[in-house]
Nanobody, 118 residues
Framework: QVQLVDSGGGLVQAGGSLRLSCAAS????????MGWYRQAPGKQRELVAT???????NYADSVKGRFTISRDNAKNTVYLQINSLKPEDTAVYYC????????????WGQGTQVTVSS
């Protein structure tokens, strides 16, 4: 059974930091590209950051320079370090595991709430 468990969210003041974690089980973690997405109230889910199996990273323009995605394959965990938080970063953050190919595989975490107060 595949499971992605998101954690680390919370209520912080603007300018603060958080570290989100996503622990995966039931998959061969090292062969999946991993990502973080977020969904704010009334908005569509959007890509925040991704990291490939080889460690290449990609970020949404709105978070570049503030967010850092990393992975620890030995711990089957992906992280999102969030610095210089802004109220517009308020959202539910979801972890994603993706494997492409003829048949694509996608798994999602349950989400963790990040709320930034001004």
């Amino acid at each position: 059974q595949v499971q992605l468990v998101d954690s680390g969210g919370g209520l912080v003041q603007a300018g603060g930091s958080l570290r989100l974690s996503c622990a995966a089980s039931g998959i061969i973690f090292g062969i999946y590209d991993m990502g973080w997405y977020r969904q704010a109230p009334g908005k569509q889910r959007e890509l925040v950051a991704t990291i490939t199996t080889g460690g290449s990273t990609n970020y949404a323009d709105s978070v570049k320079g503030r967010f850092t995605i990393s992975r620890d394959n030995a711990k089957n965990t992906v992280y999102l370090q969030i610095n210089s938080l802004k109220p517009e970063d308020t959202a539910v953050y979801y972890c994603n595991a993706h494997r492409g190919g003829i048949t694509a595989w996608d798994y999602w975490g349950q989400g963790t709430q990040v709320t930034v107060s001004s």
